[in-house]
């Protein structure tokens, strides 16, 4: 059972805060390093080290990862690829504790995961707000890369809005607002915490690029309005419904005439209707150019993709839409996303 305060903190929001530097170099070193000290202090309690039992064709096999803990009684936020493929587990943690665990849910097209420990008294992480983060910003990381429980490095947020796609059977999503760090990772970091100075988790470590392709790159699902309803509805639920369109799209400038009217400078462009979906009914076009859907702008496909949560599912919704230069209203009804 979700006991509802830590759900209603949950879905709170956190606020940004900044550390300014002394007045020289010497001073400026002294004050970063007591900042990572303190954000590693406040947050290795509760960073998990995850190990997790896999069955797979002929046998079975462990794989392991790291989690964040997010309520004293036991709800651990993690990558949806640390635990796929399994049921349960183990959680270990700083003080040499550890805890059975079950997974309480997962959603792969956010890779987020909820597992729960057999514990009633963890200490959780405070959770920040992605959204205020900014390019050059001090970021910590605290996991367990190639099982070296309770890691912690530094970096900078190096930049922002970053996409990657994620794959769920037959549904595919692009996991929008990507944090992008030069924090060392490896893999086991998947799902520990990137943290802000003021050791708030603004993000969770998901994917880690090799360095035959570029070396220092990490990437993170940020935590904000959106992953922080998908967190909810896994704890509550064990999944997170989605409402299906059925297009493809990406950000475009509005005309000059348009964005003076409407008040901001971009639009979503309608790349790719699937045929018989939703958005194909309803007669939307490649090439359309989405303002609003039911009077909330539309500047990104994040945007978008906000909106299609479950309650939009068999709800009809209205869309703004500009084609060959004339403004039309679109009317579509979304589907449940299939996975």
Do not use: C
Not at 42 to 54: D, E, K, Y
Not at 300 to 313: S, V
């Amino acid at each position: 059972m979700v006991d509802l305060r830590f759900l209603d903190a949950l879905l709170g929001d956190g606020q940004q805060g900044t550390v300014s530097a002394g007045p020289d170099d010497d001073e400026a070193l002294d004050a970063y390093s007591r900042v990572i000290i303190r954000v590693a202090e406040t947050l290795a309690p509760s960073v998990a080290n995850l190990r997790v039992r896999r069955r797979f064709r002929g046998g079975q096999g462990e794989g392991g990862g790291s989690g964040v803990v997010i309520t004293p009684d036991g709800f651990i936020l993690t990558s949806a690829h640390v635990v796929a493929g399994t049921q349960g587990g183990s959680a270990s943690f700083a003080d040499g504790r550890g805890f059975d665990i079950d997974v309480v849910g997962t959603d792969p097209l956010s890779d987020l995961a909820v597992v729960r420990a057999s514990a009633s008294d963890l200490d959780p992480a405070r959770l920040g707000d992605a959204a205020t983060l900014r390019v050059g910003q001090l970021v910590v990381a605290i996991g367990n890369p190639l099982g070296f429980a309770g890691s912690v490095t530094a970096g900078v947020v190096s930049a922002l809005g970053r996409s990657f796609p994620a794959r769920d059977g037959s549904a595919t999503r692009v996991i929008e607002n990507v944090i992008q760090t030069d924090a060392a990772l490896h893999p086991g970091n998947s799902g520990g915490a990137l943290a802000d100075s003021l050791a708030r988790v603004v993000g969770i470590n998901t994917a880690v690029v090799s360095p035959g392709l570029g070396q220092g790159l990490g990437l993170a699902v940020p935590i904000n309005s959106t992953t922080r309803r998908i967190v909810a509805a896994l704890m509550t639920e064990g999944r997170f419904r989605r409402a299906y369109l059925g297009i493809a799209g990406g950000p475009r400038p509005l005309p000059p005439k348009v964005a003076v009217q409407v008040g901001r400078p971009a639009g979503v462009e309608v790349v790719q209707v699937v045929a018989g979906s939703p958005a194909a009914q309803a007669g939307l076009r490649p090439e359309d150019l989405i303002l609003e859907v039911d009077g909330a702008p539309i500047e990104r496909m994040d945007d978008l993709q906000r909106l299609m949560a479950g309650d939009a599912i068999g709800r009809r919704v209205v869309m703004r839409v500009i084609r060959t230069g004339r403004e039309l209203s679109v009317e579509v009804v979304p589907t449940e996303l299939a996975t």
